[in-house]
């Protein structure tokens, strides 16, 4: 079990045999290095939350009873199996689906690195609230969900920038206008992601304007998808409006529900905004798990590039493999979290280890062209030249498949 739950559930004295995951999901691997379960550090106002939230009959303890009932109670949230047990994140879509029963506890998973990008805060409200006020002639309970919605858009992506929905373009509104005037710029090593990583919203915004109030001295802000996706799913939210996650292939964007009509919002791609949809998407907690891993993503690169200075690098390295493992707790099937914890082994060297972990993110997303890749690759290196092959075999008939040769042979001997 992942270091939260074992803290919790160690807290409050759970006995062991509720301590489990499911077999068939694949969790070994998180919890098996100590230092990452030791390094989860609660406060006892924390813990105090949640026996608060556990304790049924107001004894100030938590007995067998209420302990067995609060499983119940998680089994199954945020997509999990149904099977007697609990599991991380089971535990914390609870705690972020009743937030306002775990502040202290919520502020301390960000101190050990559960970051919250979906967290709707005060200012995200008194922003959403005064923008709307002041692009509706101070009627803004009259706007509707889709109406809404164009404003906050508006308000996210660059000055200037256009996009259209139905028959009508709009640009994004200028910091006079009360915009955050936000441009796209993925760069691992863009100044705020050299310390920060993935930019959590407050991290991309920096100081919150005043939407009502003339423009002031701002900072240049810039943002990739998924922090874009983060910020927009706040910024509608604090709305009143449903918003969630979609994780795409190598990209990310917001499901907006405007009018019982699904539409994406796209920070990254405005082109392909307010287009409707159809109404999937990922579990915040799933939400939460991609940005882990894709901060600790940033923080390998960053590492990579810092290889004669391996003290540095070290360090980084340290913080990607925490991110990842953090990213693995809130979401076992994330494939991009094992197929990260393997290239880090593999970049130390380390070609057995990193075929665990590649093999898992295998069984996650099978027929993965780059994962068979690095499956080749590391088997040739560990000496299994025949099985390397196979793999490389399978990448090349994958790849015809997709990109079929353009040439026909007419006629021939």
Same mark, same amino acid.
């Given at each position: ?36 379960? =030791? ?18 009959? @107001? ?69 959403? =609230?005064?923008?709307?006020? $002041? ?5 803004? *309970?009259?706007?509707?969900?889709? *109406? ?37 710029? +993925?760069?691992?090593?863009?100044? &705020? $992601? ?7 919203? *407050? ?7 005043? %939407? ?8 240049? @802000? ?21 918003? +969630?996650?979609?994780?795409?292939? &190598? ?12 539409? @994406? ?17 990922? /579990? ?15 923080? @390998?690169?960053?590492?990579? /590039? ?7 690098? =070290? ?10 493992? +953090?990213?693995? *707790? ?15 082994? $593999? ?14 993110? +295998?069984?996650?997303?099978? =027929?993965? %062209? ?14 299994? $030249? ?28």
């Amino acid at each position: 079990m992942g270091g939260v739950v074992t803290t919790l559930y160690n807290s409050f004295h759970i006995p062991t045999s509720q301590q489990g995951t499911s077999p068939n999901v694949a969790t070994e691997g998180v919890a098996v290095d100590p230092e990452y379960t =030791d390094r989860i550090q609660l406060s006892p106002g924390a813990l105090q939350e949640v026996t608060a939230y556990l304790d049924e009959n @107001r004894d100030g303890t938590v007995d067998q009873d209420e302990a067995d009932n609060f499983i119940g109670l998680i089994d199954g949230n945020a997509g999990g199996n149904t099977n007697g047990q609990a599991e991380a994140w089971e535990l914390i879509d609870e705690i972020y689906s009743h937030a306002d029963n775990f502040p202290q506890l919520i502020a301390d998973l960000a101190t050990n690195g559960f970051e919250n990008p979906l967290q709707v805060t005060e200012e995200m409200y008194d922003y959403v =609230d005064g923008l709307l006020d $002041r692009h509706s002639g101070g009627n803004s *309970e009259n706007l509707t969900a889709l *109406e809404r919605a164009i404003i906050i858009y508006r308000a996210v992506i660059a000055e200037g920038q256009s996009f259209t929905v139905g028959n009508a373009t709009y640009e994004g509104f200028s910091l006079a206008e009360g915009g955050l005037n936000i441009s796209y710029d +993925n760069s691992s090593f863009a100044d &705020s $992601r050299i310390t920060s990583g993935n930019l959590l919203p *407050e991290e991309v915004v920096g100081i919150w304007p005043d %939407p009502l109030s003339p423009a002031e001295d701002q900072p240049d @802000r810039y943002a990739q998808c998924h922090e874009f996706t983060h910020l927009l799913s706040g910024l509608l939210r604090a709305a009143g409006i449903k918003a +969630n996650v979609v994780l795409a292939p &190598s990209h990310a964007y917001v499901n907006a529900s405007l009018e019982g009509v699904n539409y @994406r919002i796209d920070g990254a791609q405005p082109g392909n905004t307010f287009s409707i949809i159809n109404g999937n998407h990922v /579990s915040d907690v799933a939400a939460m798990s991609a940005h882990q891993s894709h901060e600790a993503s940033i923080f @390998r690169e960053q590492a990579e /590039s810092l290889g004669s200075s391996p003290g540095s690098a =070290d360090i980084l390295t340290g913080e990607a493999l925490n991110n990842y493992h +953090n990213a693995l *707790e809130l979401n076992p099937l994330n494939a991009n979290a094992w197929l990260g914890i393997s290239n880090i082994y $593999r970049a130390q060297g380390n070609n057995a280890t990193a075929l665990d972990y590649l093999q898992r993110a +295998n069984d996650l997303q099978g =027929d993965n %062209p780059s994962i068979l890749q690095s499956l080749g690759e590391v088997h040739e290196a560990l000496g299994n $030249r025949d099985v390397a092959a196979g793999f490389y075999f399978r990448v090349n008939w994958i790849n015809e498949q997709n990109n079929p040769s353009p040439y026909i042979t007419i006629g021939g001997n």
